[in-house]
Every structure is written in structure tokens, then in C-alpha cells.
């Protein structure tokens, strides 16, 4: 599995009945309940923001993320970390402005409705330049209510410039305030604005209130890269439940952090997808499902075929295989063709066959079959069953495409090459072992992990993953190692380590 990271291009966090603008405030903080030290029936937030996707459309058109020879499909997490993830003692505690921090929740994500009902158009919007919810020139007086603001031309960080709770842009307001009613009044050709009528796609329950975001946005993305679906962005609020409530003597909040912030932790979406390549090409057992690759190259770039081939299998005559005609291919990713082959036997072993490819075709352009061979070789050399138990192995790495504590432009996107030898051993290069990596920064002691363990790239040539840095923060990262054998799991640590660095 590998993953792509897509990144928020505008945000807000909207306060009910309010025009403040909190646009670039490096906390989303959503809240209900008592509003600024004055009882009032109720108050709550809700945080709005748009996806960038651009990246990821591209990779999906051009088949880099491709779901041709996988059951499991495409997955899309929305992640956004809790600020208080990272200390149980801020547990049932308060905010440095006296906010309760809230437990026992749900918040839902939807999306944002259109203008008018479900048909009508999106709802473009401006994220604003504001910073703070309340201006800070405003103070309690004795009679617990608000005096009256002494402007401070200089405070910059309070805007009501929009987009707010009523307006989207200078000139356009939101059909009905702050997105939605909550209490279902609206009729009419307003109808669809309603809770009732807007789109959930996921909703998540926090029990101690210092868990991450984690929603499932998986058909939602999904239908926006086919083509069948297009929107204004998305929201996350309280349920209505909770936003309903009023009398509340204390404010509740939970905190994440936005785009803006200046920690490691910027919200995004994560896409997971299926694009491990294990070619059995040097290692093709008899008793086993086999798999063999087809890599496609127009000058040195990848490439994809108009159709995906179609393969025969052929003897060590020429002559076609019976039952291994006429087997589909299916697309890896982009330029990268695999064929299933199982239970291909022969009575002396090892043996040459070929794989042939053919219905090859690019824009429309025929291009002859392709003929490769493949040994055929004992099970024995896979199985390896009798009274001896096998000893778990140290191993040594070597990687080229990324040198050792090079600082790269967040613009590359890197094939990088692991040599893998057994330990102690005269140059030995392992052929066919489980091998797998992880990618992390480390913020303080914590390794904040950007690439969990997954398994490398074998192909006829040798080990490899692909590295984007293009969907990375700008930052210091570290690469592990870990090699399964007889039970054992060793892990290396830090046998890469490299910089991300900002172009300008």
C-alpha cells in the first residue's frame, strides 16, 4: 500500500450569529454552550474548508493510483490531529480562555449544500483573513455584559471581512446562515438547507474529547475522481443536539490544528491505494501462485497500453501453453501490467517458459507482442519443511535515488532504489525476502509517522518504493527498515535519513 496526502486550500471556523472571521487562527476550535462569559441560550462553531485535489486527479487519471488489479479498492481518511492528543493531563481541563474542553460528542462531516436544496449550484465561499473570535479591545464591565469596543487600528487579527456565519463573499450571502438550520424550519425552495436534507457522509464519536479527526470520506472522493460529483467543500459541526442546547453555564470546546498552523500536524486527506509490485519473474515456484509484470516505457517514462495486454504462456518450443491463453492483465499502476499465473507444473524442473503480451497498442499506436521468459523451478526451494528450523538473518542496506542526509526540493518525486544483504556475508544480494519500510519526523521525542510499514517494490532488477515528495511538509525525515524471518522481526532503524526543503 501506498499513500497520497491532500492538503486544505481554504478553511474557516464560523461562529453562530456572528460576523468574526477566524480564517487563519492555527486552531480550529469548536465550542457550545456559554458564549464569551455571558449567559446567552446558546452558541457553537462550526469549522468549513475545501480539498486540493488537483495532484491526486492526476494521479488517478494517469493511473499512478489505479484499482485494475485490486479487490480492496481506494480509501480516503480525512485526518486532522487533536491538540490535546498529546497530554492526558488537559483531560477534563480548561483552555487558556476558560473553555471547558468538551467530552461525550459527536461531530459530522457534510458537505457543503448547494444554493438552493440539493440541485441547485455550489456555494463558492472565501476563507477571510481573520484570526481571533473576539476583538480584543472588547472587555466585560461590572454588569457582566460587553462595553462598548475602543477600535485599535493596529489589532490586525480580528477581521468580519467573509466569509462568517451570514456571508460567503462581500457581495453573496449563504442561502440560510451558517450553512444549515439545525432545527429544520426551513420550507420552501430552501428545503434542502435543512439538517435533515444535507449530505452526512461521516460521523464520529469522541468519548474523551482528545481524539484525532478520522472520518471515512472514501465514496465521497471516490465519486469526485470518476466524474460524479463536484461541491463547494465540506464541514464538520457538532450534531444538532448538541448545538441546541442552551442555559449552559460553561463554554465546551475541542481543539485541532488548522493549514495555518506552525507544527507538523497540518490537516489533510489521506488516499491509500494497492500498488506493491512483487514480480516472480527470478523466483517462480512450482506449487505456488505466481505472479509475473509487464513495464511499459515511452522514453524512459512510464506509459500506459490503450487496453491492458492480454498473455499466452508458451513452452520451451514456442508452442502455447493449453489453459494459460489468453489470460487478462490488469494495470499495477502507471506502466506497470500484472498477469496471475497458478498452477503451472512440469515434470522435470527447473524449465524455460516465455510470456507473451500482445493487443499492445499507445494513443491508438500498434506495437508488436512482447516475449519474455521465466524459469520454472523446484518447490523445494520455497517450502522448506523437515527436522531443521530455519535461524533468523541480520541484513544490511544500501539505497540510491536519495543519498544520505540530502536536502531535496519538495518538487521531486524519487524511485528509490534498497539493496538488501545478508549481514556478515560476502556481498550476498537477497532475492526474495519481506521486506518493508516506514517514513517519520520527529517532533521532540515523538516520531510523528508520515508513511506506515509497507512492504517494498521486488522486481527482476531488484527492491525499490517511490517517494513524492510533493503531497510532504518541509522537514527532516527518517526511513526504517524491517525484515521478517522465522518469527523474528527486525527492525532498523534510521538506515536513511533526508531533508524536504521549500522551492521558492
Not at 235 to 258: C, D, H, K, R, W
Not at 469 to 493: A, G, L, Q
Given at each position: ?197 444535507i449530505t452526512i457522509i461521516d460521523t464520529q464519536h469522541f468519548e474523551f474529547g482528545n481524539e484525532d479527526i478520522e472520518f471515512d470520506m472514501t465514496n465521497e472522493i471516490n465519486s469526485i475522481l470518476t466524474g460524479g460529483t463536484t461541491t463547494a467543500g465540506y464541514g464538520v459541526a457538532y450534531l444538532p443536539q448538541v448545538e441546541n442546547i442552551s ?26 491505494y494497492n500498488d506493491l509490485i512483487l514480480d516472480d519473474r527470478n523466483v517462480f515456484y512450482q506449487g505456488k501462485t505466481n505472479y509475473l509484470y509487464l513495464y511499459s516505457y515511452v522514453n524512459g517514462n512510464p506509459v500506459n497500453f490503450d487496453t491492458p495486454p492480454t498473455v499466452d504462456v508458451l513452452d520451451g518450443n514456442g508452442d502455447e501453453l ?183
Amino acid at each position: 500500500m501506498s499513500i497520497h496526502k491532500s492538503y486544505f486550500n481554504k478553511t474557516n471556523t464560523i461562529v453562530y450569529n456572528s460576523y468574526t472571521n477566524t480564517a487563519r487562527n492555527p486552531i480550529v476550535e469548536l465550542f457550545y454552550g456559554r458564549v464569551d462569559d455571558v449567559i446567552a441560550p446558546k452558541g457553537y462553531s462550526r469549522y468549513i474548508f475545501d480539498l486540493d485535489l488537483s495532484n491526486l486527479q492526476s494521479k488517478f487519471d494517469n493511473g499512478v493510483i489505479s484499482t485494475g488489479c485490486t479487490t480492496t479498492g481506494i480509501t480516503h481518511t480525512l485526518r486532522m490531529t487533536n491538540t490535546s492528543a498529546f497530554d492526558t493531563d488537559l483531560l477534563n481541563s480548561k483552555t487558556s480562555q476558560g473553555r471547558r474542553r468538551a467530552t461525550s460528542f459527536d461531530l459530522i462531516l457534510f458537505k457543503i449544500p448547494k444554493v438552493s436544496g440539493t440541485t441547485g449550484d455550489d456555494q463558492t465561499w472565501d476563507s477571510g483573513v481573520g484570526y481571533d473570535y473576539y476583538e480584543n479591545s472588547k472587555a466585560l464591565n461590572t454588569s457582566n455584559a460587553m462595553s462598548v469596543p475602543d477600535s485599535i487600528d493596529t489589532d490586525k487579527s480580528f477581521s468580519d471581512r467573509p466569509s462568517n456565519w451570514f456571508q460567503r463573499s462581500t457581495i453573496d450571502d449563504w442561502s440560510v446562515s451558517g450553512l444549515y438550520d439545525n432545527t429544520n424550519s426551513q420550507t420552501g425552495s430552501t428545503v434542502g438547507l435543512n439538517y435533515s436534507a444535507i449530505t452526512i457522509i461521516d460521523t464520529q464519536h469522541f468519548e474523551f474529547g482528545n481524539e484525532d479527526i478520522e472520518f471515512d470520506m472514501t465514496n465521497e472522493i471516490n465519486s469526485i475522481l470518476t466524474g460524479g460529483t463536484t461541491t463547494a467543500g465540506y464541514g464538520v459541526a457538532y450534531l444538532p443536539q448538541v448545538e441546541n442546547i442552551s442555559g449552559l453555564t460553561e463554554n465546551y470546546s475541542v481543539g485541532f490544528f488548522s493549514p495555518h498552523t506552525q507544527t507538523f500536524y497540518e490537516p489533510f486527506l489521506e488516499t491509500n491505494y494497492n500498488d506493491l509490485i512483487l514480480d516472480d519473474r527470478n523466483v517462480f515456484y512450482q506449487g505456488k501462485t505466481n505472479y509475473l509484470y509487464l513495464y511499459s516505457y515511452v522514453n524512459g517514462n512510464p506509459v500506459n497500453f490503450d487496453t491492458p495486454p492480454t498473455v499466452d504462456v508458451l513452452d520451451g518450443n514456442g508452442d502455447e501453453l493449453s489453459g494459460f491463453t489468453g489470460l487478462s492483465s490488469c494495470l499495477v499502476t502507471e506502466g506497470v501490467y500484472r498477469v496471475e499465473l497458478s498452477g503451472l507444473t512440469a515434470t522435470t524442473v527447473p524449465c524455460f517458459y516465455y510470456d507473451k503480451w500482445y493487443n499492445l497498442s499507445v494513443n491508438g499506436d500498434s506495437i508488436s507482442a512482447v516475449e519474455n521468459e521465466f524459469v520454472l523451478k523446484s518447490s523445494d526451494g520455497y517450502y522448506q519443511i523437515g527436522t531443521r528450523t530455519e535461524q533468523p538473518k541480520l541484513y544490511g542496506f544500501d539505497y540510491s535515488g536519495i543519498k544520505q542526509d540530502e536536502k531535496i526540493l519538495n518538487t521531486d518525486v524519487r524511485n528509490v532504489s534498497v539493496y538488501i544483504k545478508r549481514a556478515y556475508s560476502v556481498n550476498e544480494v537477497v532475492n526474495d525476502i519481506e521486506a518493508f519500510y516506514r517514513v517519520y519526523v520527529m517532533e521532540g521525542t515523538t516520531e510523528v509517522q508520515v508513511q506506515e510499514w509497507t512492504q517494498i517494490n521486488r522486481t527482476p532488477d531488484g527492491y525499490y518504493f517511490v517517494f513524492d515528495t510533493r503531497d510532504k511538509i518541509p522537514n527532516e525525515y527518517f526511513v526504517d527498515m524491517k525484515v521478517n524471518t522465522d518469527r523474528n522481526v527486525d527492525t532498523y532503524k534510521r538506515t536513511l535519513k533526508f531533508q524536504i526543503v521549500n522551492k521558492k
